[in-house]
């Protein structure tokens, strides 16, 4: 007797072969047979109607803090996904010595703008080094996770405050590539790094002090076991991001070893831009180099509020500052002091944006009657500017009204299509776990398959998964997985094909520290399996039975090569 069998399904395989019906039968946590089943499962799921394919891989990820409190790292695994990569963009909470913890939490609150408050009581800091880390997050873990080491945290490491001042010397370098080693020896898929990111202080993180020479020798341990190097490049400047791409490409050939770099994104301002970017990772790839930019499925949604700095305002310096630095009491006073507010106001008009914002949400019930409501709409009705009229309604609400900028970029169907269908483009940059307040990318496979499958038609089905599944499986180096093939690892996806989408982004109050964050529920997704175990269906929600596992990027061996 069969652990489990799932009939009657259409699989999609992820080879990018055409679609098949059978049955799939599982033993233990890996597929066991895949045809016709006659013998019986102990469980049995029935997917007539439905698509059976590979449990879709994220590879951008900031779950490092969550996973302390849910290895489930709700909601992605609803969404179908069954291994996460977090770790990106050179921060991870390991290695990390107890007096750098605090630095750590503020790069992560800045960088990728989770509240402090969550930190303080959602992690109980029982580790330091990047094997501690790996056997904490194994508790309770329903969810695979390839997790990336930081190369910021790895300079904090060795360096201690230095690491944020200056380059390496040979003898740092050289501690550097032994604790690299550690983490890879101890579950790390590969090494993130950024060339754009700042901290709390909003001076650079620790990995922008780092000379050519120093990634290099980093690059060089990644040889030794054959894993990725991921990095965030100067992205706003495409000559710059060129650059970036083209050492990426240096080292992967002199190393052979695969790189990404992330975010890759299409704007009408800079669809030249992209196409220049794109026509010089063709290149290197023809050269036998391996880098890999990453695309997101979804259009550039913000959502912010003045009581937390957000994105929204990081070209706008004196916003940014006010907002950063500022305590709620000295937010409101700049914003009621006429002459400042007269200076920020006009700082903001040199962006036309504001008129379609809309209004999210207020507390205040005089305020009711905006609510979805553009500034535009909102200042005709007040007798006022949008820009202005965004500044009233946030000291009335004493900075908490919520306002949405959405679709700012990354909204050409036609232009993201050509992208996603790119043989040399990565679907990722979904940053689920980090940005909270800002947007929720939670849905971003969903969103692959309901809009540009089901209904631009722009990639079948096939296309899609392959996409999301074995290409991301290859890529990264997980052996074993994204592929439906006997002997492999029983991750799989359940879903309806024609109706799998993301939900509408709602509020939820469901973070440490009374914190709140926006989520997207699946929707069209029926049954994720992760290791041969039902780990949440759209009936019961998550099961207890946790099966996630830690991904180590080992060498793939010849079952996981074919499908490079």
Same mark, same amino acid.
């Given at each position: 007797?069969?652990?489990?069998?799932?009939?009657? @399904?259409?699989?999609?395989?992820?080879?990018?072969?055409?679609?098949?019906?059978?049955?799939?039968?599982?033993?233990?946590?890996?597929?066991?047979?895949?045809?016709?089943?006659?013998?019986?499962?102990? *469980?049995?799921?029935?997917?007539?109607?439905?698509?059976?394919?590979?449990?879709?891989?994220?590879?951008?990820?900031?779950?490092?803090?969550?996973?302390?409190?849910?290895?489930?790292?709700?909601?992605?695994?609803?969404?179908?996904?069954?291994?996460?990569?977090?770790?990106?963009?050179?921060?991870?909470?390991?290695?990390?010595?107890?007096?750098?913890?605090?630095?750590?939490?503020?790069?992560?609150?800045?960088?990728?703008?989770?509240?402090?408050?969550?930190?303080? %009581?959602?992690?109980?800091?029982?580790?330091?080094?990047?094997?501690?880390?790996?056997?904490?997050?194994?508790?309770?873990?329903?969810?695979?996770?390839?997790?990336?080491?930081?190369?910021?945290?790895?300079?904090?490491?060795?360096?201690? $405050?230095?690491?944020?001042?200056?380059?390496?010397?040979?003898? %740092?370098?050289?501690?550097?590539?032994?604790?690299?080693?550690?983490?890879?020896?101890?579950?790390?898929?590969?090494?993130?790094?950024?060339?754009?990111?700042?901290?709390?202080?909003?001076?650079?993180?620790?990995?922008?002090?780092?000379?050519?020479?120093?990634?290099?020798?980093?690059?060089?341990?990644?040889?030794?076991?054959?894993?990725?190097?991921?990095?965030?490049?100067?992205?706003?400047?495409? $000559?710059?991001?060129?650059?970036?791409?083209?050492?990426?490409?240096?080292?992967?050939?002199?190393?052979?070893?695969?790189?990404?770099?992330?975010?890759?994104?299409?704007?009408?301002?800079?669809?030249?831009?992209?196409?220049?970017?794109?026509?010089?990772?063709?290149?290197?790839?023809?050269?036998?180099?391996?880098?890999?930019?990453?695309?997101?499925?979804?259009?550039? $949604?913000?959502?912010?509020?003045?009581?937390?700095?957000?994105?929204?305002?990081?070209?706008?310096?004196?916003?940014?500052?006010?907002?950063?630095?500022?305590?709620?009491?000295?937010?409101?006073?700049?914003?009621?002091?006429? %002459?400042?507010? *007269?200076?920020?106001?006009?700082?903001?008009?040199?962006?036309?944006?504001?008129?379609?914002?809309?209004?999210?949400?207020?507390?205040?019930?005089?305020?009711?009657?905006?609510?979805?409501?553009?500034?535009?709409?909102?200042?005709?009705?007040?007798?006022?500017?949008?820009?202005?009229?965004?500044?009233?309604?946030?000291?009335?609400?004493?900075?908490?009204?919520?306002?949405?900028?959405?679709?700012?970029?990354?909204?050409?169907? %036609?232009?993201?299509?050509?992208?996603?269908?790119?043989?040399?483009?990565?679907?990722?940059?979904?940053?689920?776990?980090?940005?909270?307040?800002?947007?929720?990318?939670?849905?971003?496979?969903?969103?692959?398959?309901?809009?540009? &499958?089901?209904?631009?038609?722009?990639?079948?089905?096939?296309?899609?998964?392959?996409? &999301?599944?074995?290409?991301?499986?290859?890529?990264?180096?997980?052996?074993?997985?994204?592929?439906?093939?006997?002997?492999?690892?029983?991750?799989?996806?359940?879903?309806?094909?024609?109706?799998?989408?993301?939900?509408?982004?709602?509020?939820?109050?469901?973070?440490?520290?009374?914190?709140?964050?926006?989520?997207?529920?699946?929707?069209? &997704?029926?049954?994720?399996?992760?290791? @041969?175990?039902?780990?949440?269906?759209?009936?019961?929600?998550?099961?207890?039975?946790?099966?996630?596992?830690?991904?180590?990027?080992?060498?793939?061996?010849?079952?996981?090569?074919?499908?490079?």
């Amino acid at each position: 007797m069969y652990d489990l069998v799932i009939r009657n @399904g259409t699989v999609v395989d992820g080879s990018g072969l055409p679609s098949y019906k059978a049955d799939i039968a599982i033993s233990a946590n890996r597929i066991a047979k895949i045809g016709r089943v006659a013998e019986k499962g102990k *469980k049995e799921v029935n997917a007539a109607g439905k698509v059976v394919s590979p449990g879709f891989i994220d590879p951008h990820t900031h779950f490092d803090a969550q996973l302390l409190w849910d290895g489930y790292a709700k909601p992605a695994l609803s969404h179908g996904v069954t291994t996460i990569v977090p770790g990106n963009c050179s921060l991870s909470l390991a290695p990390l010595k107890e007096k750098h913890r605090m630095k750590l939490v503020g790069m992560f609150n800045q960088i990728e703008e989770m509240p402090l408050k969550a930190f303080k %009581e959602g992690v109980a800091w029982d580790w330091e080094t990047f094997a501690e880390y790996i056997t904490r997050i194994r508790k309770g873990l329903a969810i695979n996770v390839a997790p990336l080491v930081g190369h910021s945290v790895i300079r904090l490491w060795v360096m201690g $405050d230095a690491a944020m001042e200056r380059t390496a010397n040979a003898e %740092e370098i050289a501690g550097m590539q032994a604790v690299l080693r550690e983490c890879l020896d101890a579950g790390a898929i590969g090494l993130s790094t950024s060339y754009v990111d700042m901290d709390e202080t909003l001076q650079p993180v620790p990995s922008r002090y780092a000379d050519a020479d120093e990634v290099d020798a980093l690059a060089s341990v990644l040889g030794e076991y054959g894993r990725i190097l991921q990095i965030v490049p100067e992205f706003y400047d495409p $000559d710059l991001t060129i650059a970036r791409l083209d050492q990426l490409a240096e080292l992967s050939l002199k190393y052979s070893i695969p790189t990404t770099f992330s975010p890759l994104f299409v704007n009408a301002d800079n669809v030249e831009a992209v196409d220049r970017v794109m026509a010089r990772v063709d290149e290197q790839f023809a050269r036998g180099a391996r880098v890999w930019p990453q695309v997101q499925t979804r259009p550039i $949604d913000i959502s912010f509020c003045f009581a937390v700095p957000s994105l929204m305002f990081i070209r706008l310096a004196s916003w940014y500052k006010i907002m950063r630095f500022g305590t709620p009491e000295q937010i409101m006073a700049a914003f009621s002091d006429a %002459e400042t507010r *007269k200076k920020l106001v006009a700082e903001a008009e040199q962006f036309p944006i504001w008129p379609i914002l809309r209004l999210r949400a207020v507390n205040t019930e005089a305020n009711q009657k905006y609510v979805g409501k553009t500034l535009a709409e909102i200042a005709a009705m007040r007798g006022t500017t949008a820009i202005d009229a965004m500044i009233d309604l946030s000291l009335e609400e004493k900075l908490d009204a919520h306002f949405m900028a959405a679709s700012m970029g990354h909204n050409s169907d %036609e232009k993201v299509s050509s992208m996603l269908k790119h043989p040399r483009v990565h679907i990722g940059a979904s940053d689920g776990g980090a940005h909270i307040l800002s947007f929720s990318t939670y849905g971003d496979t969903g969103y692959l398959f309901g809009h540009f &499958v089901r209904n631009l038609k722009a990639m079948s089905l096939e296309e899609a998964v392959k996409k &999301v599944t074995s290409d991301t499986a290859a890529i990264w180096g997980i052996p074993e997985r994204g592929l439906i093939r006997a002997g492999y690892v029983a991750d799989l996806v359940i879903f309806d094909p024609s109706t799998i989408d993301r939900g509408e982004e709602v509020y939820v109050q469901d973070v440490p520290g009374d914190g709140s964050r926006y989520v997207r529920d699946a929707r069209g &997704v029926d049954t994720v399996i992760v290791g @041969g175990g039902v780990a949440w269906t759209a009936k019961k929600g998550y099961a207890k039975d946790t099966r996630g596992k830690i991904l180590p990027g080992i060498e793939a061996d010849a079952r996981s090569l074919e499908i490079a």
